[in-house]
């Protein structure tokens, strides 16, 4: 059977960079590749190629019999090729059948809102994608979305789907529904490419996977028999699974004391924290992990309760001084809060600080020192960026993530608050948050992680703590730790 | 108000747009012949020769020491109030109100000037510029008042005060500031001795040169300065700025009095330089204009310098085309809009 897909020999060189080396990549009909690489491995940059948003220096594409070369994006979505991005191209005003009909030709001349609407009820029942075409997108949640973009590609019989992190903005039993949908198309006969670097879902649903590290293919491997460790290895060069050494320190003193804290959607609730520990807190997003870091951030206010950071009270106090105390917080949100995506690597460390000694002097900002202590931090925390001038946004993820832990930890915290801290990063940026947080811990700080991948929490946590419902269901030592206990901590909601 | 992460769409800016800063001269060049030919087809429509508009425009602006200096009073107020805009804008602070805040600082310098208990000198004019600046930014600080403090859109809360502002002058005029038995509404004639001194030849007062410049200085906070920083971030970010622990309503507090203070000054250089009296409806549009210059200076502080000159010569350059061609002021008008609109269309982008 001629494959549905064939690129052969793809070569692309920016510059001094070649983001594709030579790469091979093979789809047939009905089944799921995933494609698998760090940030800048060169994953984007095949499907810019595959999709002719820019023009490849040496290789071909042959896509169902017939070659593609000098296409443009809008040919290759005629010949059957759809990409679902991780930011849904969709209408929030308007309703599901609206956005169907958005941009659809054939439907504007050939189709009765109607008959669009009865296919999209038929399809949505066939593949299990629970869409009605008369609700507006706004009240969707992203998983439902997600799914809108996927019947458009099918409505529009396209052969090819690529799905670019499509697990990333979505709670755990959407990612569950999402990889049941992908079954049922692939068993009607579509071709499926999985973009992605999380481990578990490759393992679940792809039939094969492609490597791609430093521009070239790193591995090919069938998934039976691939498990988690070589699939990472293959990714990074390198194993980033290792269990990280955390042997548990002696806790010091109290750092930071949380007693009867209540917030909007959040406790009562009471934890302390002693120097050199890290409290992971687990949960299903939305059971406040939010509310606790930003009203320990003083990003909302306090109905009741205290919180005292190394013997000082800072209950009501601001941000501001929050941070003059000794508190560092990363955020979950990296694109709007705790970077300004469209300033520059130097402004983003000195966000937090910008009045402060080196920043500023006299009353000035002090760019010179600043560009100095810029291009330490990038030193010291592994930045790798042209120049300290270069705009945050162009950066990967991990980058973008290590300006914030420069920031954050450069000011030797007393307490940091760590929300998902490794949300979106490739395992080898993974493994360098964790170990940061883990350094930060042993040099006496005190940490509390929140995160909602169980795994990540159980790996740095010396104790875990579970949210449900905005109260702690449970708090245990790692040495205590006992799954069943978790899962049913997790699944609690406060009565 | 704070969503979660990953609830998709997320507000970056609190302005809709952003400047394309590649190729600019080219693109303004091409900007300006697209204007330029439009407006030769306008005119033509309307039965005259381009070409001798053109040249009427050119002499208009250009043409002596003394059009040059017609085109910088034009300048002036302008400038002052697009460099105070420009830094509102930065800080994502949308401040309609110029109109209002000119009007104000006119009243300001008025009342100062003719409440003045000693001699009527240099002294005298500074108190009166001080004055302006109070008033102005008084009357942005009452707009800022009512946005932060009951949560009215601050487009509305500056934009309707701009009314109060003209009502208010009328009200003066026909009262405490008033020249009885005038015929018209306005103040009495200053005394020579506050009138602001003029660059002699060029005949325009310095108005223009105070304002250009406030508008480096305001460049050097923006760039140079914690609360600069402080703005660019609250600009591009609330979030980011929240995070930052910088208060928004402190930035927004201080962006709006800036900017007040400066559109005042535009009114009371406007009184002391060029009227030597408060007329009513000495400042009608002057706002509209103010924020176009911020427009064209692509909200940095120093570069609405040109912006601000280029309104200011087109429109003397226009005036005096309507004078010796007899186009009609209603073409002139549309040929003004025309022009900013190209500069705009190929400058601003949207988000």
């Keep these: 059977m001629a494959a549905l897909l064939e690129m052969r020999g793809m070569v692309k060189t920016y510059g001094s960079l070649r983001a594709n080396d030579g790469v091979d990549l093979d789809v047939f009909a009905g089944e799921i590749v995933g494609l698998l690489g760090e940030n800048g491995s060169g994953k984007s940059t095949l499907m810019k190629l595959l999709f002719g948003m820019t023009e490849p220096d040496a290789g071909g594409i042959v896509f169902k019999g017939r070659e593609l070369s000098g296409h443009r994006p809008r040919e290759a979505m005629a010949a059957g090729i759809v990409m679902i991005h991780q930011h849904f191209m969709l209408v929030e005003a308007m309703t599901v059948l609206e956005n169907i009909m958005l941009g659809w030709e054939e439907a504007g001349k050939l189709l009765r809102r109607g008959t669009i609407a009865d296919r999209i009820r038929e399809a949505s029942e066939r593949l299990g994608l629970d869409l009605d075409p008369d609700v507006r997108v706004a009240d969707l949640p992203l998983g439902r979305r997600q799914r809108i973009e996927i019947l458009k590609a099918v409505l529009r019989d396209a052969d090819l789907l690529i799905l670019d992190e499509p697990t990333s903005n979505l709670a755990p039993s959407e990612i569950n529904e999402l990889l049941n949908i992908l079954r049922r198309l692939r068993s009607e006969g579509k071709g499926i490419v999985f973009i992605t670097h999380k481990m578990p879902e490759v393992i679940e649903v792809c039939d094969r996977v492609v490597v791609l590290r430093a521009g070239k293919v790193a591995g090919k491997a069938g998934i039976a028999g691939a498990d988690k460790a070589s699939l990472a290895a293959m990714m990074v060069g390198r194993d980033v699974t290792a269990p990280l050494s955390v042997e548990p320190k002696a806790a010091g003193a109290v750092r930071l004391d949380i007693r009867a804290l209540k917030a909007q959607d959040l406790g009562p609730l009471d934890l302390r924290l002693r120097g050199g520990e890290i409290l992971g807190i687990a949960g299903v997003d939305g059971n406040g992990q939010l509310e606790l870091a930003e009203t320990l951030a003083g990003l909302r206010p306090v109905e009741s309760g205290a919180i005292t950071l190394d013997g000082a009270e800072i209950t009501h106090a601001t941000a501001a001084r929050r941070t003059e105390a000794g508190l560092a917080y990363m955020p979950a949100d990296r694109s709007t809060t705790a970077l300004v995506k469209s300033m520059t690597i130097a402004e983003n460390l000195m966000l937090r600080d910008s009045h402060r000694q080196p920043f500023s002097k006299g009353g000035l900002l002090d760019r010179e020192a600043t560009r100095k202590e810029a291009r330490s931090l990038m030193e010291r925390f592994d930045i790798r960026a042209p120049s300290e001038q270069t705009l945050a946004g162009s950066l990967s993820g991990g980058n973008q993530q290590k300006i914030v832990i420069a920031r954050e930890l450069a000011r030797q915290p007393a307490v940091l608050v760590a929300h998902q801290p490794t949300w979106g990063l490739d395992p080898g940026a993974t493994r360098f948050v964790l170990e940061r947080m883990i350094a930060l811990r042993d040099a006496g700080s005190a940490v509390i992680y929140i995160s909602s991948e169980l795994e990540e929490v159980l790996a740095v946590g010396d104790r875990i703590a579970v949210l449900a419902g905005g109260r702690i269901a449970g708090l245990v030592s790692r040495a205590e730790v006992d799954m069943t206990r978790i899962g049913l901590w997790m699944s609690e909601r406060a009565a | ?351």
Aim: charged content about 10%.
């Design chain 2, 1 to 351: 108000m704070n969503k979660p992460a990953n609830t998709g769409a997320v507000q970056l800016s609190r302005l809709p747009f952003t400047f394309a800063r590649d190729h600019v001269i080219w693109r303004i060049g091409f900007a300006l012949a697209m204007s330029l030919l439009s407006a030769a087809i306008l005119i033509l429509l309307s039965g005259k020769n381009p070409l001798e508009a053109f040249w009427a425009m050119l002499a208009g602006a250009f043409g002596s020491p003394h059009q040059i200096g017609v085109a910088l009073n034009r300048t002036s107020p302008y400038l002052f109030a697009g460099a105070g805009l420009a830094l509102c804008f930065r800080a994502g602070v949308i401040n309609m109100g110029s109109d209002g805040q000119i009007a104000m600082g006119g009243v300001g310098a008025c009342a100062a000037v003719l409440f003045w208990p000693g001699e009527a000198g240099l002294l005298a004019s500074i108190a009166a510029l001080l004055a302006a600046a109070i008033c102005g930014g008084l009357w942005a600080g009452v707009a800022t008042a009512i946005h932060l403090g009951r949560r009215v859109h601050e487009v509305l809360a500056t934009l309707l005060l701009n009314f109060v502002a003209l009502l208010l002058v009328q009200l003066l005029l026909s009262g405490a500031l008033g020249q009885p038995g005038a015929g018209f509404l306005q103040s009495p004639l200053m005394p020579r001795g506050v009138w602001l001194p003029r660059v002699p030849q060029f005949d325009f007062h310095i108005g223009v040169l105070i304002a250009a410049g406030l508008a480096a200085i305001i460049s050097f906070v923006l760039w140079r300065t914690p609360l600069g920083f402080a703005i660019r971030v609250a600009g591009k970010s609330r979030r980011a700025a929240a995070y930052a622990g910088l208060s928004a309503p402190g930035i927004t507090w201080r962006v709006m009095l800036i900017s007040g203070a400066m559109a005042g000054l535009g009114g009371g250089t406007e009184i002391l330089g060029l009227h030597h009296r408060l007329i009513e409806g000495f400042s009608s549009g002057f706002g509209f204009k103010a924020v176009t210059v911020a427009l064209l200076g692509a909200l940095e502080p120093a570069v609405t310098i040109p912006g601000a000159l280029f309104v200011g010569f087109l429109e003397a350059g226009a005036q005096a085309m309507q004078r010796q061609i007899g186009v009609p002021s209603s073409l002139v008008t549309v040929i003004e809009a025309i022009t900013m609109l190209f500069i705009l269309a190929a400058t601003v982008r949207r988000t």
